[in-house]
């Protein structure tokens, strides 16, 4: 593959074109072999002046237990679920290492084989948006957290209700992560609107806590609020009552100051 040249004066003054471009190689292949199927590695071959030549390899030629029909998933790939993740797991393509709110495509879940508990299960469904029930705060949030926590994963390998089939495993481990809140107060300001795009004022905001404890604030003429000293490390379930719209509630995790945490109304 040819490698395009933005080298221009002045840096072909002080540099050589190879001390320029020779990064380029190794870098392609890192992010080329994060979307191999597994089994499957690319590395830098040749690197003759503007070419660069890619090998491809597997340690399975005869494809002896290679990846089953479906979506191939890559090699080494962190998943981490969070209810303000900003996207959910896709579900025509292999995910990539992110953070993704908990998602299922398929409905409805079937049991998982023993010693899983049986459904039903809370569904968090395919869009971004979904009512707080379905998140993990709201089937977690006030629960006691100490005890036995345990994973329990099935791979249909693409193909909607059929029996378990894994084909690839869990091979860092797993971990769950507590965030208890703590003294120290952050911000978290935002802005409510019309479905329009306009500031509406005089509309309340709430926070509510685990422990039912609500916080409240007005918006003013543009739409804007502010929460001052919100303890840190705790989940918020965030909600805008108004006379006009409806809003659809939020569930934040405060681990800093936030801004921009904005709600639109529904007509």
């Given amino acids: 593959m040819p490698l395009r040249d933005h080298f221009r004066p002045p840096l072909d003054d002080r540099t050589a074109w190879e001390g320029f471009h020779g990064g380029w190689p190794a870098v392609l292949v890192q992010h080329l072999n994060r979307h191999l199927p597994v089994r499957y590695v690319a590395a830098p071959r040749v690197h003759s002046g503007t070419q660069l030549e890619f090998d491809l390899a597997t340690d399975d030629p005869e494809n002896v237990g290679g990846p089953a029909p479906g979506i191939p998933f890559p090699n080494h790939v962190t998943l981490t679920f969070s209810d303000i993740a900003a996207q959910i797991v896709p579900d025509s393509v292999a995910p990539t290492t992110g953070n993704y709110k908990p998602t299922n495509c398929e409905t409805p879940v079937l049991s998982f084989a023993p010693p899983a508990p049986a459904v039903p299960y809370t569904e968090p469904g395919c869009s971004l948006i979904r009512p707080v029930e379905q998140t993990m705060f709201g089937s977690f949030g006030l629960s006691d957290p100490n005890g036995t926590w345990s994973l329990y994963v099935r791979d249909d390998n693409g193909a909607p209700f059929a029996p378990e089939s894994v084909v690839g495993s869990i091979a860092g481990g797993w971990g769950i992560e507590f965030l208890s809140p703590t003294a120290a107060g952050v911000e978290v300001s935002g802005r409510v609107m019309t479905p329009d795009g306009r500031g509406l004022r005089n509309a309340t ?44 509630p939020r569930v934040v995790s405060v681990t800093d100051t936030l801004t921009d945490v904005d709600f639109t109304g529904l007509e």
Avoid: C, I, Q
Wanted: proline share 2%.
């Fill in 205 to 248: 905001v709430t926070m509510t806590n685990s422990d039912g404890v609500t916080l409240s604030a007005v918006t003013s003429s543009f739409g804007y609020y502010k929460f001052e000293h919100v303890p840190v490390g705790g989940s918020f379930v965030m909600n805008v009552n108004s006379r006009l719209y409806r809003f659809t």
